[in-house]
């Protein structure tokens, strides 16, 4: 905070200076009376920062308005990231209202936000009025807010799409081209689609911006960190020296295990999620699977 | 065919040296017999060929096997390549048994393929004994090929991923990013399921490897004729001047006519199909129709 708060800049993204009207604190107290949160802590630091804020927020006479950015899912809980808040509020302040709960999601790479690019995102929430809410509140002349109530599907293909994108980055370390990687999309969709309809979400959102748009973003565009994490796996680096080598967090990495923890309790097949498991804690050679994955035994095309 | 006879090589594909097992020729004769006939001839000259095709093949006895790898649609008439296959060879050979018919098609960037990168494709006919020939005849080791018996959805994905494309390549020359391709190609690809579900295809077609897949390739790899106009466009070169400078065909120039009158006739709303038919032939600014698209008021989202 200190540093930023001075600089007003962040070396993550190059030449963006924070405007002077946003404050910066580390002062827990400040969200006491927020009218809306935005929450955009990794999904595996959520749960440690939102058990902190439970206390604070329990002096909030009105429900809590949580607007969640986050795209991955718990180790061990399997929750996705509006579940882990739920969960930890309801834990320490079992007497206060639940808390409206909302997903802000899509194709939105930061650098391009920064330089305020045109962008569409997805507003989720089971809440229509929310929804309505964090839509005005984020829509301007270049980002174009749509909303959704199926948070399930809006948060699995945000997950799930950063596993998709190791593998996609792996296909570009290997040099593999993009008709390969290209169909490792499709099939990747149809894996996000497979696990989702077993959960109970709708087909639809992983076909529009939050899915397959998100997804797309997420495979091609060169500053992904999980398909840079892939690239660099694909090269022949090892996970740890990649993670050594970066300050960010790659969410698809801690996501795999969970993603594929999820298919085997749901009985779904998700045969890029298993590849990917197996590059990254297996300690299998991503050529081999690579060429598992494209020797698959499946000759009628099936996406449900 | 001299030239590529006498060189094995060809301009378009730089380093690929064509195997001396493959013999050239143009002499219509040469297919009467043939076990498999591949038509790979742009859609907007495909129906002169088989007119000329229909009297040599008269005289095979079997039905004629053939697979079409063509993109698009048909002026003026709007058949897709495998009808306009069809209604060709029953104007000059009524009297024989009528053809088997098949499509290939995937991500299939043509450099890719020519230095035997892994990719996968759809084999797609009503007759599957024929999809299953197919497959057989084009698998290999780094060749995958997948069988579908929805030819009506396979060729509608192909020819619209390419009015797409051009729209992506728009954004390309605008340097409006990746963030914004990816939502036009989420939009566009409702655009398809909508035109495909009026028209009677699967929409499980249009999420799978000739659909999403195709699609992908399309909008993301330099090399696509497609994307390459709409980027020149982008950048605000004319129409014109763009295809002054090439010596191939950009399919979706064409099929960018039938596909919006395709539209109307079933009464399906395809915004970006109009835009770039705007830009294409009603001489609009790149920047207003992408900006009109990024307006559009609609605020739930919605794919089928």
């Given at each position: 905070?200190?540093?930023v708060?001075?600089?007003?800049?962040?070396?993550?993204?190059?030449?963006?200076?924070?405007?002077?009207?946003?404050?910066?604190?580390?002062?827990?107290?400040?969200?006491?009376?927020?009218?809306?949160?935005?929450?955009?802590?990794?999904?595996?630091y959520?749960r440690?920062?939102?058990?902190?804020?439970?206390?604070?927020?329990?002096?909030?006479?009105?429900?809590?308005?949580?607007?969640?950015?986050?795209?991955?899912?718990?180790?061990?809980?399997?929750?996705?990231?509006?579940?882990?808040?739920?969960d930890?509020?309801?834990?320490?302040?079992?007497?206060?209202?639940?808390?409206?709960?909302?997903?802000?999601?899509?194709?939105?790479?930061?650098?391009?936000?920064?330089?305020?690019?045109?962008?569409a995102?997805?507003a989720?929430?089971?809440?229509?009025?929310?929804?309505?809410?964090?839509?005005?509140?984020?829509?301007?002349?270049?980002?174009?807010?749509?909303?959704?109530?199926?948070?399930?599907?809006?948060?699995?293909?945000?997950?799930?799409?950063?596993?998709?994108?190791?593998?996609?980055?792996?296909?570009?370390?290997?040099?593999?081209?993009?008709?390969?990687?290209?169909?490792?999309?499709?099939?990747?969709?149809?894996?996000?689609?497979?696990?989702?309809?077993?959960?109970?979400?709708?087909?639809d959102?992983?076909?529009?911006?939050?899915?397959v748009?998100?997804?797309a973003?997420?495979?091609?565009?060169?500053?992904?960190?999980?398909?840079?994490?892939?690239?660099?796996?694909?090269?022949?680096?090892?996970?740890?020296?990649?993670?050594?080598?970066?300050?960010?967090?790659?969410?698809?990495?801690?996501t795999?295990?969970?993603?594929?923890?999820?298919?085997?309790?749901?009985?779904?097949?998700?045969?890029?999620?298993?590849?990917?498991?197996?590059?990254?804690?297996?300690?299998?050679?991503?050529?081999?699977?690579?060429?598992?994955?494209?020797?698959r035994?499946?000759?009628?095309?099936?996406?449900?």
């Amino acid at each position: 905070v200190g540093e930023v708060s001075r600089t007003r800049q962040s070396e993550r993204l190059p030449g963006f200076v924070l405007s002077r009207e946003v404050e910066l604190t580390d002062d827990l107290r400040s969200i006491a009376h927020a009218d809306v949160i935005v929450s955009a802590i990794p999904v595996q630091y959520m749960r440690s920062v939102w058990d902190r804020l439970g206390p604070v927020v329990r002096a909030h006479g009105a429900p809590l308005s949580v607007v969640s950015v986050a795209k991955g899912i718990e180790n061990d809980t399997l929750l996705r990231p509006t579940q882990v808040i739920a969960d930890a509020l309801s834990r320490s302040q079992a007497s206060s209202p639940a808390p409206r709960l909302a997903v802000l999601s899509g194709p939105t790479i930061a650098p391009e936000l920064a330089r305020c690019l045109p962008a569409a995102m997805i507003a989720a929430s089971a809440d229509q009025a929310l929804a309505q809410q964090v839509q005005a509140m984020f829509s301007n002349s270049w980002l174009r807010v749509y909303t959704n109530p199926d948070v399930l599907g809006v948060e699995l293909a945000g997950a799930v799409k950063n596993v998709i994108a190791i593998a996609a980055g792996i296909c570009d370390g290997l040099q593999a081209g993009n008709n390969a990687k290209s169909a490792l999309l499709a099939r990747g969709l149809a894996e996000i689609v497979r696990l989702g309809q077993a959960m109970g979400a709708r087909a639809d959102t992983f076909f529009g911006i939050a899915g397959v748009g998100d997804l797309a973003t997420t495979c091609f565009s060169p500053e992904g960190r999980n398909r840079s994490c892939g690239e660099a796996l694909g090269r022949g680096r090892t996970l740890d020296e990649f993670l050594a080598g970066t300050n960010s967090v790659v969410e698809g990495v801690a996501t795999t295990r969970s993603v594929r923890e999820l298919a085997h309790r749901h009985a779904v097949e998700m045969p890029i999620v298993e590849a990917v498991h197996a590059v990254l804690f297996e300690d299998q050679d991503p050529i081999d699977a690579i060429a598992s994955l494209m020797s698959r035994v499946q000759k009628a095309e099936r996406v449900g």
